[in-house]
């Protein structure tokens, strides 16, 4: 079985319930496998014999009910912590009473129907994912750190200890990568020996690191419980703490809340960037969108200091025919070609589609004559590449901040769109630049025996 793939028990007395409910479990969960016993002694056996990520039991088994099974479960040393949900048509007030006692970790109401109980286990999964997570533990003690390793490599987490706040800081810094760290949850003692304390840690990973307490959660481990020390843990940026001794139950269930935190916060994170990436990104050639041009365009510009920027607007010759003729649908084809071509061919630069069948260009050349003979050599490769299966070419206008310094983009742009309609004036499919006298068609063959 993979490693990724989920282990459920469902335990009932009934054939028939077993078989609906083991169904409705695999309509609904993929990667799961599902294991089904009609006995409080048959689960117990299987549980023996391989692990379990769920266990669904009836609230009556014909050899004990599913409470006095979840307090077996609870008491096991492979799964104690697995969740385990009663499934009855009849939450009485013993079930409500008892429940917590016994370890159920929630219920089903049976009368919601069997394909509801499906979408009900899928969710919970969703919700109460195994522990997953890499955490620097810093603790100066030996006999608890063992301790405290062993419970939570046996939850799966990955665990890098050490044993001063100066080395984990260390190690913090070294894996601190644009601002983001490798680790999900640094738990610290925070009493250590040495010049930091554990509260010193916590400062600089908040201070120093500038890492927000969703972006790296921190769990506090105390030998006291005094308010005074509660307040210095959340003052410093802690998330939450634990007293010593650890009770087992307490540290898991602490570690576990604070990684669901860390989690959500990448997931986040990752729906941010992609829709920052969404919104900069024409959906139909794949260059940038002209929003991406606006939010970013001006600050490329001026840092032309640096290095002297281009500016070059791209229009397929005719289009509207091509869209008249051949259809709307060939045409989105030539656009999406050329976006493919004009990212290859500028690589170093900005490419934007500007709108309907115009593209800018944003780059930057120190050398005059190589951008304009590379903006020649771009005209001549779309006369011959045949983008949808199409014949095209286009009409290029450029401008270049040295010719017209310190011009902010919509006039720098509009001085490139100039040149673009002096192409189009003289006849298409060529170059023209617009420099310090104005707009001036490129001479294709002197550039090519120039280089």
């Known amino acids: 079985m993979s490693s990724q793939t989920k282990r459920i028990m469902v335990v009932d007395g009934s054939s028939v319930s077993r078989t609906l409910l083991t169904r409705m ?9 599902v294991v089904s ?9 299987f549980m023996s014999e391989k692990p379990f990520d769920l266990v669904t039991t009836a609230l009556l088994l014909p050899d004990m009910d599913g409470l006095s099974l979840s307090r077996q479960i609870r008491n096991s040393n492979k799964h104690s912590y697995t969740p385990v949900i009663v499934v009855s048509g009849d939450a009485d007030t013993r079930l409500l009473r008892e429940g917590f006692e016994a370890g159920v ?6 009368s919601d129907g069997y394909k509801a109980f499906g979408s009900f286990i ?11 997570g890499k955490i620097l533990y810093v603790e100066d003690s ?3 750190a063992t301790v405290t390793i062993k419970m939570l490599e046996k939850q799966g987490l990955k665990v890098t200890h050490v044993t001063n706040a100066e080395e984990g800081l260390t190690i913090l810094i070294a894996n601190d990568t644009d601002g983001e760290n490798d680790f999900d949850l640094v738990i610290t003692d925070f009493y250590l020996m040495g010049k930091m304390t554990g509260g010193d840690l916590l400062h600089a990973i908040r201070a120093k690191l500038h890492h927000s307490q969703q972006e790296l959660p921190v769990l506090v481990l105390t030998s006291t419980d005094d308010e005074q020390t509660q307040v ?26 604070l ?26 050639t794949g260059v940038r969108s002209k929003r991406y041009l606006l939010d970013n365009g001006e600050g490329y510009l001026r840092e032309s200091a640096k290095e002297p920027v281009w500016g070059m607007l791209i229009d397929i010759d005719h289009f509207k025919h091509i869209n008249d003729s051949l259809g709307h649908i060939t045409g989105d084809h030539v656009l999406a070609d050329l976006g493919v071509k004009l990212d290859d061919s500028y690589k170093d630069g900005m490419v934007v589609r500007f709108g309907g069948e115009e593209f800018c260009i944003l780059f930057r050349d120190a050398d005059y004559e190589n951008a304009v003979r590379r903006a020649e050599t771009l005209r001549a490769e779309i006369e011959q590449l045949k983008p949808g299966g199409v014949d095209i070419t286009v009409s290029i206008g450029m ?12 006039r720098f742009l509009s001085l490139a769109d100039k040149a673009l309609y002096f192409s189009k004036d003289n006849g298409r499919n060529q170059v023209s630049v617009n420099t310090v006298e104005g707009p001036l068609q490129i001479n294709a063959a002197a550039l090519q025996s120039a280089g």
């Open 37 to 45: 016993a009609e006995s409080a002694e048959q689960a117990l056996k």
């Open 122 to 132: 899928r969710s919970f999964m969703q919700r109460n994912s195994g522990l997953v």
């Open 25 to 33: 479990l695999n309509e609904e969960l993929n990667n799961t496998e």
């Open 142 to 144: 030996k006999t608890a």
């Open 105 to 110: 970790t929630d219920y089903f109401d049976k």
């Open 232 to 257: 210095e843990v959340f003052h410093a940026g802690g998330n939450d703490f634990v007293t010593k001794p650890i009770i087992e139950q307490v540290m898991i269930a602490r570690v576990r809340a």
């Open 399 to 410: 401008c270049c901040s040295e010719d017209h310094p310190n011009q902010p983009l919509t």
């Open 259 to 284: 990684l669901l935190i860390k989690h959500q916060y990448n997931a986040l994170k990752l729906q941010a960037e992609t829709m920052r990436w969404v919104a900069a990104t024409d959906s139909l």
